[in-house]
């Protein structure tokens, strides 16, 4: 990448992206609500704990590179904010739910990812999944890139490249020693992996609610 992103650069743009498809009515973000988006237990690797300064101060240099714009509502008093990674990389949904998901979640395989993007994009298989990876890895500079395979594991694991090559590294090593993508079990992590979707949709719906109460409150003070 011509342009590497931070942590927190790629959280903020991620949860922009996840939340565009999971909860549209809701979209674009106000920084608080992104601010909760960003924090989540859930769906999240690693978790993080981000202060809305911080977010802030990311969304202005994301703002520079033309990656995140503004949307400014008739009568509203909160400022919002959207993705421009469509734009930016010309992604279609399914491309862009692959790279959403492995900015969110790192280094994952392909039958990870199709459970994973489900409410995002609907995968009919993971050979679908696999041609979307294939296109992000051809792109120039590549999005994504296929990870060797870890001792042990049978199915090659992928990660984004935002980061780039060497942030890339460590999360692949980090991964490969925590068991799970590529050990074999393939049922085992698509259930845990679903239930973990289920539970993540629950604390969204929960999410919106609170910022649209923050949001009226906002309006209202």
Known sequence: ???ILDPFEIRVLAVL???EGLTPDNYPLSLNALTNGCNQLSSREPVMQISE????????????????GTVSQSGARVVKYEHRMRMKWTLEQDKLAILTILM????????????RTGRM???????????GLQFLIDKYPPLVSKLPLA???????????????EALARESTAGAFG??????????????????????????????????????????E
């Open 17 to 19: 992206a996840e939340k």
């Open 121 to 131: 994009h609907e995968f009919k298989s993971v050979a679908e999944v696999e041609t």
């Open 1 to 3: 990448m011509d342009e």
């Open 179 to 220: 068991g799970g993508a590529g050990d074999g079990g393939g049922s085992r992590t698509d259930r845990v992996a679903q239930l973990e979707q289920e539970v993540a949709s629950l604390r969204e719906q929960v999410a919106a609610l609170a910022a649209q109460v923050a949001e009226l409150r906002a309006v209202i």
């Open 104 to 115: 969110l979640r790192g280094p994952q395989t392909a039958g990870e990812i199709r459970t």
């Open 53 to 68: 300064e911080t977010v802030a101060d990311v969304l202005a240099r994301l703002g520079e590179r033309k990656l995140v």
């Open 151 to 165: 001792p042990g594991s049978r199915e090659p694991r992928y990660g984004h490249l935002l980061g780039g090559e």
